[in-house]
């Protein structure tokens, strides 16, 4: 086989996958922007059971199935890691913590995701992907940290207590195989969560507050986008890709945030945020297999031609000055 049918013999990475998931950071990223402007104030739990039930039961509704057999528990436990256990550290920390801090320790999961993945399903993280992590979290705390953070033990514990139980409930999504399609066990999921939340949300915030029509709207954006669609890409990213892989893309999650908060909320921006935002896009794109494997082609064909040159120039070095051989010989 020639050196350019080796090349075209190598994998070719299917990008829809990848940038499918990362409607799900993006989408994440305009909720600190929606829920700052439009959602009743001081009240997070309320506004992630929004967030979740609602279109968690229009999904089970609309499939027509409910889970069975080990999936009752396998749904709820998933949906309380991923979302409504999640939910609740999530925002304990972003009250707790000074946005940046909750930002830099939550952009720690794909490291997270990574160990846990390797634990728990064998799934060895690779070197360029634990860089990527590395850099990645360097790019959000310079994005996103200021000077004078003043760190809250209980905050701080939430922000990492989010961070592991999402990995977990990640990797889980990876382990347990499906009994039925994505879309039908995400609904599952978001429905068991916001059911987890509902209790949380009377125990600790009281009754629900009134909401006007900005609110619905954007509860409605935040449920079907930011939460139906962002977790089903972001769950149909951990099936078919590597979950450090996967998990590195939640980094976007803060570059959306900031970017949406300079247009429309006039925040500083300045050289150190648009280093932070270059070292985040590149430990997101160094731990995508398709950027590896597209790196690797590039490089085995531009040494292609020059291994080719080497082959023909030693040959003709080879080749005899006479014609007594036949060329069947002289190969």
Request: aromatic share 8%; net charge positive.
């Amino acid at each position: 086989m020639s050196s350019m049918e080796t090349i075209s013999a190598q994998p070719s990475w299917n990008w829809t996958v990848p940038v499918a998931a990362l409607i799900a950071p993006v989408a994440w990223g305009s909720t600190y922007i929606v829920t700052e402007n439009w959602l009743p104030p001081d009240r997070p739990l309320f506004a992630a059971a929004m967030r979740a039930l609602p279109i968690g039961l229009i999904i089970v509704t609309l499939k027509g199935q409910l889970p069975h057999g080990v999936w009752w528990w396998r749904s709820l436990v998933l949906g309380t890691l991923n979302i409504g256990l999640f939910f609740a550290l999530i925002f304990t920390a972003a009250y707790r913590l000074p946005g940046g801090l909750a930002s830099t320790v939550t952009a720690m999961s794909p490291l997270a995701v990574m160990l846990l993945a390797a634990f728990m399903i064998g799934e060895r993280p690779t070197a360029i992907g634990i860089g990527g992590g590395v850099v990645g979290v360097a790019g959000v705390a310079l994005l996103v940290l200021r000077a004078g953070v003043h760190v809250d033990v209980i905050g701080l514990l939430a922000a990492i207590g989010a961070v592991l139980v999402s990995g977990v409930g990640f990797v889980l999504v990876k382990r347990w195989e499906r009994p039925a399609d994505l879309l039908t066990v995400t609904g599952w999921q978001l429905a068991s969560g916001g059911l987890v939340l509902v209790p949380a949300t009377l125990i600790f915030e009281g009754r629900p507050p009134s909401v006007d029509l900005p609110a619905l709207a954007s509860f409605a954006y935040l449920g079907i986008v930011g939460t139906g669609l962002a977790y089903f890409v972001w769950f149909r990213g951990l099936t078919r890709m590597p979950a450090g892989s996967t998990s590195l893309l939640g980094l976007v999650n803060p570059v959306v945030g900031t970017a949406l908060g300079v247009t429309f909320m006039h925040e500083a921006f300045g050289g150190i945020q648009v280093l932070g935002v270059v070292l985040v896009l590149a430990g997101v794109l160094a731990g995508q297999p398709a950027v590896v494997a597209a790196a690797r082609n590039r490089l085995r064909r531009t040494s292609a031609p020059a291994a080719s040159d080497r082959c023909g120039a030693r040959g003709l070095s080879q080749w005899p000055l006479t014609t007594s051989r036949t060329p069947s010989r002289a190969r």
